[in-house]
T-cell receptor, first 113, second 115 residues
Framework: QQQVKQSPQSLIVQKGGIPIINCAYE??????FPWYQQFPGKGPALLIA?????SEKKEGRFTISFNKSAKQFSLHIMDSQPGDSATYFC????????????FGEGTQLTVNP | GAVVSQHPSRVICKSGTSVKIECRSL??????MFWYRQFPKQSLMLMAT?????????EQGVEKDKFLINHASLTLSTLTVTSAHPEDSSFYIC???????????FGSGTRLTVV
């Protein structure tokens, strides 16, 4: 079954903290793992994505850690800011076949000033 | 680059009427476009997948006669909600997958309210 499980459902941190959002997947055929940020009333925007041939990827303050054997990946946000307050979705797909994205349930992040 | 324009951003219609939502890839050609529905505080729920020039593939439970999808070109897909009812009120989002490389770009969404 193609599922992606995401946790926690909500997360509150202080400015400067490092929120961590975790996702686990079941389908070992997945080969593309993106994270999306969504603000209220807007569509999701790609933050960062990783492929299973690397264990970590950094882009600015955002880092993805990927554990292929555990079928888990996580998003770390360094030096979080109030402007990072949004809903974050992990997703997975089998890119080579052009399949659709399977989304996690989402995490509502609040960064307090 | 990789911009997807979705219109309208919000629409209010009367029950029983039809509403068309347009999704256009502005600077790239899209092999595939996806249509999602999102309820408050929930994840995106895939409604259908469309390829240019082909009939859309609908997810289980999605009424194809109610949610008409047309993908007439590599840059344009439309979703028409026919005979809308209040329970169709939701946030609809399109996404386009690029021909040239991997990746999915999302539109800004359409808030549909049926009164």
């Amino acid at each position: 079954q193609q599922q992606v499980k995401q946790s926690p459902q909500s997360l509150i941190v202080q400015k400067g903290g490092i929120p961590i959002i975790n996702c686990a997947y079941e389908n070992t055929a997945f080969d593309y793992f993106p994270w999306y940020q969504q603000f209220p009333g807007k569509g999701p925007a790609l933050l960062i994505a990783i492929r299973p041939d690397v264990s970590e990827k950094k882009e600015g303050r955002f880092t993805i850690s990927f554990n292929k054997s555990a079928k888990q990946f996580s998003l770390h946000i360094m030096d979080s800011q109030p402007g990072d307050s949004a809903t974050y979705f992990c997703a997975a797909s089998k890119e080579t076949s052009g399949s659709r994205l399977t989304f996690g349930e989402g995490t509502q992040l609040t960064v307090n000033p | 680059g990789a911009v997807v324009s979705q219109h309208p951003s919000r629409v209010i219609c009367k029950s029983g009427t039809s509403v068309k939502i347009e999704c256009r890839s502005l600077d790239f050609q899209a092999t595939t476009m996806f249509w999602y529905r999102q309820f408050p505080k929930q994840s995106l729920m895939l409604m259908a997948t469309s390829n240019e020039g082909s009939k859309a593939t609908y997810e289980q439970g999605v009424e194809k006669d109610k949610f008409l999808i047309n993908h007439a070109s590599l840059t344009l897909s439309t979703l028409t909600v026919t005979s809308a009812h209040p329970e169709d009120s939701s946030f609809y989002i399109c996404s386009a997958r690029r021909i040239s490389n991997y990746g999915y770009t999302f539109g800004s969404g359409t808030r549909l309210t049926v009164v």
